[in-house]
Each structure stands twice: as C-alpha cells, then as structure tokens.
C-alpha cells in the first residue's frame, strides 16, 4: 500500500473543538493512516493511500461539517496562494461584520448600563427614550445580529442538530438563540408571558452585545494569528519570481520554475540569486542575513556557492544552476519552518484531549444549570425570577465557555518560536524538539567544524631565512601548490590572500609520508615533518617545534640541503564565538563535553582555550553514541552538536540533535536541529528560544485553564446564593472574546525578546 502526505488550508475552522471535530471525522475514513488538524496555523497533514481515496472525496466528508480543505501540496505555490486569498476574503468578510455590529453592540452595552444604573440609583435618570421604542430598536438590531452577523454560530447549532457534532459556534449560537427566541416570544405574545407570570425584561440586548464583543475578539485572534505566520511571509517573499538566464548565446528573462539545472544565469547587483549555484564568474559580497540571521555580507568568488533568496550587493556575477525548485536551500527550510510550525509538541496532548470532549461538557453543565435554576431555585426565589436567572446562567456558561484559549495556547507560541528561529539561522524540525531542548542539561561538541573551523589554516610563521616573510611564504606556497594534501591547501591560501605571485617548480617530487621536493629559481628546497629533516641531517629547534604541537598545531618545514629556513604552523582554528557560547552554556547551567575523533593533546588544549568541562579523545562514532547513552542512564537530557552526517548515531540517539550545517551543504534532514553556517553561539540562542517559548506556552495554558475552571461556575450562579453574585452574558462574552485574543498576544511576546 503506498501511502501519501498532503498539508490542507483548513476555512471555516474556528476553535479548538472544530480542530478534534475535523481530526474525528477524517481518521474514521477508510484508508486514511493518520490526520494532524493544527488549530494554531488552520492546517491538516493527512495521510492517505491514494488509489482508495481521493482529495475530492476527503473534502466533501469535512464540508458536511462546514469546513473545507485547500491543498497546499502543489509544488508550484498555487495551493498556497488559493488559500491565501480564501483566508484573506474570510478575513474581510469579519472585518465587514466587526465594522458594523460592534459600534452598535458598544451603545447599546453603553444604554444598558445606563438603564442599570438608572433602576439602581436615584442619581442617575431614566433612559431618554421609552423602554418600548428601545425593545423594539433592540429587536431589528439583535435580528440583524443574530442572522447576518451571527450566521455562522447558527449554522453550528444546526450541523450539530443533523449530525451531533458540536464545536464553539454550537454554544454561542445556542446561547444567543436562546436569549433571542426568549425575548421574540415575551415581545410578540405578551399573553404567554402573562400566563407563566414572567418577567418582562429582554435579552435583546445580551444578543447584539455578545455577537458584537465575539466578533470583534474573533476579528483581533484573526489579526493576531496573522502576525505569528510572519516568517513563512517572509521566506516565501525571498524566492525571485524571474532569472536572467543565457540560452543559444542570448540572455533572456525566464519565470523561476523554468530555470533547469546546469543553466548559466547572470546575477547583477542588487539582484536576488534565483537558484541554488555555483559562481562560474565574478566577486562580490552576497548578504545572506535572512538565510543565516548574520548581517555582515559574505565574499564569494568563482567557485563559491551561492542560495537563492541570497541578495547579491554589488558584484557582477555568472552562476550555474545546480538546485532549482523544491531542491534549493530556501525551499527545504521554508518545507522544515512549515512542518515544525504545524506540528505539536507533547504538552499540546493535555490540551487536545480537554478540548475534544469539552463543548459536549459545557452544554451538560448548561443545561443542568438551567434545569437546577427552574427547580431549586424557584422553591427559593419563585418562578418569575428563577426563570429569569436561570436563562441568564444558561446563557453565561454557553458564552463563557471558550476552549478557542485553550487550542491556542501552544500552537501559536510554537509557531511564533519556530519563525523567530528560522530568522536566526535555527532551523527547528519540529515542535517536540523545541520542548526537548529548554530541558537539556548536556550539551555535546564535537571539535572538528563546530568548536574549530574545520579546515585547516595557516596560523604562526617562523622564519629564519633572511628573507622576507612574503618571499619566503612565496616559496612554500610555490611547492605546496604542487601537493593535493589539506596542509598544503592551507598554506597556498594564505599566499592567496595576501595577494602573493606563485614561481614554476620543477623536478617535483613527493616524498611519500615525509613531504615533497622541488626546485624554485635553481635552488633545491625540501618541505615536510620533522622526520624528513631528521634524515637530511638539518639542525632544527625541537623544543619550539614541540611547544607548538603541545598546542595541537602541526609543523611545515621548509629547508636547502644546507639548513632549515624555517616553518609555518597549521591548525584548525578555533571559531572566534566558540569561547563566548561555551561561557553563556554555563551560565544556562549547562555541562559541555568534548566529543572527538583527534589526538587527545590538541583536543585538551582547544578545550582549555574555550573553557569546556571535559574531552574524551580519539573516539569513534559508536564510542560518541555509548557515552551518550551512559549520560542518558545517569539521568542527564543530552544535546549532541555534530556534522550531521559523520555523528548521525550519535544525532539519532541524543535527546536532542543538532546539526552544525555549512552553507548550502546543509544537513537539513539529519537532526532536530540545524544551525545554519555551522555558528555554535546559535546552539545558545536556540536553547535560550526554547526556554522562551515553552515559558510562553505554560503561561498561556495557565491562563486558559484559570479562566475556564473559574469563569464556568461563576456563570452558573454558584456564588449567587453566598454572595448574590451572577454573570451577566454581556460580560462572559467580553470575558470569552478577549482570553483567546491575550493567548495570542502572549506568543507574539516571543517575537519581541532578544535572544
């Protein structure tokens, strides 16, 4: 059976319960494996087989419910940018309906409390109006409410009547229906309200005052929740939607998804790189800053790769196209960003669970409030004002009620996290990482390419000569450009930089484990360890060359038959923020062990130079994955930093994997989390980021569980026969629209803290 994955747009979704509704329905499908609804960021990742359902068939189950999916799984963006216009028309359409319902909700809330006051106190007078022009101006307005503004909490009540699924619309249109066909029946047939001797108060105005506060607090989530997808915006406004591509000796202009691999494209400045390539012509400084997070552009020259959404500043470039479309680096992370985004982090489980059995609670806890008020009460306060009352409560707890908080609460901190750290350069798989991460107490490095550079550079010159040090480095270099070891390289590129001109050698020779030989300008010159000095017979300074390799360096040696020259040292460097991120790990109070493959000398010295706690030398991987797995015994929440590639064990095992990705070699897939150019002060942001957003996470859920625990009961009159306290709806709905607002605002906190 072969089973396929496709990201959905859900509309019509409204809370947290339309969320585990939609998750109900699409899992009893036949040949669905698994569905994932996303509250947070409106999105379903099903997975289905293919040639027993179709998308078609998966939609018209889920617009039963009032709800449609828009596939985002077209690789060209169409999905994406259908259901950008679909939610951008839903979100014009509440704009329309907030503009109109609450100035008028907000007077007659202002008359209301007028009339209150009026009937309280002898200071303030009666309404200027008469109470039976204000029922009936009350009426046409909560008609208008009710079903043009309230339409879809309607449409709830009746999908919950056919099909016995109820979500948050289900409760408010019950709710605001009740108060209105209440007031309907006691305005128009003023004999029935006279035969059950009723009060002849209406609830029009808790009708117009609820829908118009709900809406509005809909309106500002829908705002709100915009804002926390801010980065994927802004990822996807970094592809270029045209390259300048030379075909049959002619430079034409081509949409993006026309550029195919092995097309020579010329980037001028201030243009966008297009395409994942390689610069076959040119310099210039490319700003990577909305890839990595760096701000300082980066010099490329012919050779260098280069990622699209990259800005070239100034240079004149050629390149060949090597990735293009869903290949390139800004399409993985925009696919990883929107994954993790999507995805739920183990502490959403509690809230899930609670949201999808809760508005079948509610509306039993209503009408049980209901039911005790008309009995109980009215044995108390007599049936005209138990009626009253108990109306008043059935409303409050149906408007009160709001899991929408609750469904928010992680979704939207995780999203707002995930975004934050694409932005950094920390590219986070998914949202059980994150929560992984902010309990980490164990960080792992490796030395070569997380610690250090990982190549080698040129780091001292020692030179005896007589010459100058250009000359004499001129030399060297000359020889070892004829050399394909990683030594020699570092020794040609130093030349390189300092802009030095390279002689012929000839009578090239290597000298296998020993170094090489040749003549530059007629004169014989060795270059190589101190062996092959040895066996020339040439005096050299052991105890300097034996203080730089206590350091972990290794010595080049440049000599006639005569007398040795001089040297340079080789070493891989030690990354200028190594010490810093090591320094602020501990302040998180974080133990960092030195996992490496290399000579236990040069590992302790680099270990003491960045201040880390300890190093286990000369290991394999599977000796990484064992130390891992001991710490993990002792009870220690490991985070191993690696390669991603040469540690994928030792990756796989820890509680946490990072991947220290280079440029576009990137590897995105290896670990839970990639830190882009490989900057180990990006593996204290992500840990800072983390303990961020599950704070924010804990915050919102603290605040969302308080507010129903404490708000139901007081909806329901509990406090009313100690202290005559009762809830009115008008301000249960002021209560409901506005938790679910602050929860969102709450995680867009995140986005304002540095990290």
């Not at 585990?20 to 040949?31: M, Y």
Request: with cysteine.
């Amino acid at each position: 059976m072969y089973m396929t994955t496709h990201i959905f747009k859900v509309t019509g979704m409204h809370c947290a319960s339309c969320a585990a509704i939609i998750t109900k329905k699409v899992s009893s499908l036949p040949n669905v494996a698994s569905v994932s609804v996303n509250y947070g960021n409106e999105k379903a990742k099903v997975e289905f087989d293919p040639a027993q359902v179709s998308i078609a068939s998966i939609n018209e189950e889920v617009e039963k419910l009032g709800y449609t999916f828009v596939d985002e799984s077209v690789s060209n963006g169409g999905g994406h940018d259908h259901a950008s216009m679909m939610k951008g028309s839903e979100l014009e359409d509440l704009r329309d309906k907030t503009n109109f319902i609450f100035p008028v909700a907000l007077a007659v809330f202002v008359l209301m409390l007028w009339d209150i006051s009026a009937r309280t106190t002898t200071i303030v007078p009666n309404l200027p109006i008469p109470m039976t022009l204000f029922n009936a101006l009350s009426m046409v307005i909560a008609t208008v409410a009710l079903f043009w503004v309230g339409k879809p909490y309607l449409l709830g009540v009746v999908r919950f009547l056919r099909h016995g699924i109820a979500n948050m619309d289900t409760l408010i249109g019950i709710g605001t229906g009740t108060a209105y066909i209440y007031s309907i029946t006691i305005t128009l047939l003023p004999q029935f309200r006279e035969l059950l001797s009723l009060p002849e108060y209406t609830y029009f105005d808790v009708t117009i005052v609820v829908i118009g506060f709900i809406t509005l607090g809909k309106y500002l989530e829908a705002r709100s929740k915009e804002k926390t997808g801010d980065a994927i915006e802004k990822l996807l406004s970094l592809q270029a939607k045209t390259a300048l591509v030379i075909r049959e000796g002619k430079e034409i202009e081509v949409a993006i998804a026309e550029v195919i691999h092995g097309d020579v494209i010329i980037i001028k400045p201030g243009v966008r790189i297009p395409v994942d390539g390689v610069i076959t012509e040119g310099v210039s400084f490319i700003d990577e800053s909305m890839i990595t997070g760096e701000p300082i552009p980066v010099e490329k020259t012919a050779g260098d790769t280069i990622s699209a959404g990259t800005i070239n500043t100034n240079g004149y470039l050629t390149m060949k196209a090597t990735k293009v479309g869903s290949e390139t680096l800004l399409a993985q992370i925009i696919r990883m960003v929107e994954d993790a985004q999507g995805s739920k982090a183990p502490i959403e489980a509690l809230a899930d669970k609670i949201s999808g059995i809760f508005v079948p609670i509610v509306l039993g806890i209503a009408v049980t409030t209901l039911v005790l008020w008309l009995t109980v009460g009215s044995s108390f306060l007599g049936f005209s004002d138990a009626v009253s009352l108990g109306i008043l409560s059935f409303v409050s707890v149906l408007v009160i009620a709001c899991p929408c908080a609750l469904g928010l609460a992680t979704p939207t901190a995780i999203i707002v996290g995930v975004g934050k750290g694409a932005q950094n350069g920390i590219l986070i798989k998914d949202a059980a990482t994150l929560e992984h991460l902010h309990k980490v107490d164990t960080v792992i490095v490796d030395k070569t390419g997380t610690i250090t550079v990982g190549k080698p550079t040129l780091v001292d010159i020692e030179n005896v000569s007589g010459m100058h040090d250009n000359e004499f480095i001129g030399i060297l270099a000359s020889l070892e450009n004829k050399s394909e070891h990683p030594i020699a390289y570092a020794v040609v590129n130093f030349a390189k930089d300092k802009g030095l001109s390279l002689d012929d050698v000839s009578n090239f020779e290597i000298l296998q484990g020993k170094g090489l030989m040749g003549v530059v300008n007629d004169t014989k010159y060795f270059v190589g360890n101190t062996k092959l000095m040895r066996e020339l017979g040439v005096a050299f300074s052991e105890s300097l060359i034996e203080k730089y390799t206590e350091e972990g360096k290794t010595p080049v040696i440049i000599a006639t038959k005569e007398k040795v020259l001089g040297f340079v040292m080789v070493s891989d460097e030690v990354k200028s923020e190594a010490k810093k991120a090591v320094g602020d790990l501990h302040k998180l109070g974080i133990k960092v062990i030195m996992l490496t493959g290399d000579d236990e000398r040069s590992a302790k010295y680099i270990a003491k130079l960045v201040g880390i706690d300890e190093v286990i030398a000369h290991v394999l991987p599977k000796d990484k994955l064992e130390k891992i797995q001991t710490l993990q015994a002792e009870g220690r929440v490991v985070a191993m930093a690696g390669d991603g590639v040469n540690d994928a064990p030792a990756l796989a095992q820890a509680d946490v994997g990072i991947a220290m990705g280079t440029g576009t070699d990137v590897a995105i897939e290896s670990a839970g989390i990639t830190l882009l150019h490989g900057d180990i002060s990006k593996l204290v942001k992500a840990i800072k980021l983390s303990k961020m957003t599950m704070r924010g996470i804990k915050q919102n859920l603290f605040w969302a569980f308080i507010y129903n625990v404490v708000g139901i009961p007081l909806a329901a009159g509990a406090l009313y026969p100690v202290f005559g306290w009762l809830l009115n709806p008008i301000f249960a709905g002021l209560a409901m629209a506005f938790s679910s607002v602050s929860v969102v605002m709450n995680s867009l906190r995140i986005k304002a803290k540095k990290l």
